[in-house]
Every structure is written in C-alpha cells, then in structure tokens.
C-alpha cells in the first residue's frame, strides 16, 4: 500500500510528470552519453544498452528495458501483496519510459565527466526528488527489495537497495572502467543531497544545548537580542551527581554565531553543544500548511 498525499491527485501526478521528465532529461543529456552507471534500473539499462550495440544497432534503448524489467516486479508486487500495491508507482514508472523516448531528441549537454556528473546528479535529484515528494518512485531496485524483503525479513528493504544498487554500479565498474564508476559516485552522491533537500527542505537551522549556571541570563538575553525563545531541560550530572537545567535553543544558521557570544558573555566557562537541524516547524520557522 502506498503512502497518500493530502494534496488532490491531480497534483500529485502534475508533480510526478514533472519530475519524472527531469529524471529522463538528466539520463539522456549526461549519463546515457557519458555511461555514468548511478544504480538502479535506469543504470542497469545503460549497462544492457553498452553490451547490446554489436547486437541491436544503438543497442537496446533504456526506456525499452525500463518497461521489460518493471512491468514483472509490478505484476509480482501485486501479487504479493494486493491489488492496491502501487498505482502511482506504475504510472511513474511508465511514464518514465514515455519521458526517455521524448527526451532523447536533447542533445548531450557536455563532454566533460566532472560537469556531467555533478549536473548530472542536480537535474535527476531534483527529478527523483519531485517523484518522491508525491508519494511515488519510479519501480526499479526499490521495489525488486521490496519483493525480496517478503521472503528475507532479517534483512530491511533499504538495505536491500543498497545491496542492488551496489552490484548495478560495481558491474558498470567492470563494463566501463574505473574512471567512469568514481564520476558515478559523485553523480550518487549529488543527486542523494538534492533529493534530501527537496523532502526535507532547505531551511536548515542549528540546536544549542547549553550547560551553564547562569541560564536565566542567558535565557533573557537570547529572547531580547534574537528574538528567540528558549526551553530549560532538565539534567543530571552523572560525575556530579547533581541536577541542572539544560538550555535547548533553535535559531537560524546565521544567529548561531550571536547565540555563541551571548552564551561567552555570560559564562565563559559554559558548556555548549551545537547540531545541525534538517528542518523546524512552528513560529519562526517554517509555518504548517
């Protein structure tokens, strides 16, 4: 069963025919012409369509391996585990096939393996990133380690991903060379912080934790000079053995260099921890929808 949207559908598919597109263009204009193999169905493909050229003139096209490959795991999936199993998921996967055929009249967009793979990984991370954000994917590895999670339950479906991914990539190693397999990875690594952007936003923020003996002034001038509010904690020292408030505070990126001086103004002696936050939710931050 797949996750809903509260967004009507035809949002959602509106968001999955774009994405889906940008997916198709960044295969056809970077890692089809530049055999960057990136994982996946899409990258299996490049792979079939290198080994078929003294067969097939061309070789055998992706999106025709896209729906070979696909169209059984869905028929499996389905059968495992009901009729319901992922509609959005075969329309984006079909469409993606449709989308490789109508983007491969765009000619490759550079030679240069460093600048293919790094807009390479952007065009289909944000591609990817749009499918995901509408509930959906595009078939392929993630769903082939759904249906081998059913029989291996030890073993989760993210790993199972990995492993897939993992050996698509290590064969493209061994079909294109090394050269090309390390472009690859960047192209992997890329397209993972574009997707992760674009699901878990681009408003990163910091969390401070702060140990001192004067919070309260502390506290007061956090509120005053930044405008931010602040929660005591309660601790235990363990060496101690004696409790103490614990400051949580959130701000921005660029207020954490105030906050820091506000905290050594008070008690140089303070003991601060600083994490990155992906993303926040309320007053001063990102709003609800």
């Known amino acids: 069963m797949e ?7 035809i949002i959602d598919y509106f968001i999955i025919i774009v994405g889906v597109t940008l997916l198709a263009a960044g295969l056809n204009m970077f890692f089809i012409p530049l055999d960057l193999v990136t ?3 899409t990258g299996l493909a490049i792979i079939i369509k290198k080994l078929t050229e003294n067969i097939v003139p061309g070789g055998v096209e992706p999106w025709i391996t896209n729906i070979i490959i696909n169209i059984p795991l869905f028929l499996t999936a389905v059968l495992i585990k009901g009729k319901n199993f992922g509609g959005r998921s075969l329309f984006s996967t079909m469409f993606l096939s449709l989308a490789l055929i109508y983007t491969s009249y765009l000619p490759p967009a550079t030679n240069d393996m460093l600048l293919g793979s790094v807009f390479g990984g952007v065009i289909s991370g944000a591609g ?3 499918v995901f954000s509408a509930y959906s994917t595009t078939g392929g590895t993630d769903l082939a380690a ?3 999670q059913h029989y291996i339950k030890h073993i989760s479906v993210a790993q199972l991903m990995l492993m897939l991914d993992a050996i698509i990539i290590v064969s493209g190693y061994f079909i294109f060379g090394i050269e090309k397999a390390m472009y690859a990875l960047v192209a992997v690594f890329i397209s993972a ?7 878990e936003g681009i408003h990163f923020s910091k969390a401070a934790f702060i140990i001192s003996d004067h919070n309260d002034a502390i506290s007061k001038e956090i509120m005053q000079r930044l405008d931010r509010g602040a929660t005591g904690l309660q601790g235990s020292g363990k060496f101690s053995n004696k409790s103490k408030e614990v400051l949580l505070c959130v701000v921005s990126k660029k207020e954490i260099v105030k906050l820091k001086e506000i905290v050594r103004e008070h008690d140089k002696a303070a003991f ?3 994490a990155d936050v992906k993303e926040v939710l309320g007053e001063g931050f990102i709003e609800y929808k």
């Open 3 to 9: 996750l809903t949207s509260k967004r009507k559908p």
């Open 39 to 41: 994982g996946g169905v």
């Open 128 to 130: 990817l990133g749009l």
């Open 146 to 148: 759904s249906i081998i």
């Open 193 to 199: 912080k574009i997707i992760d952007a674009i699901l």
């Open 272 to 274: 601060v921890i600083v």
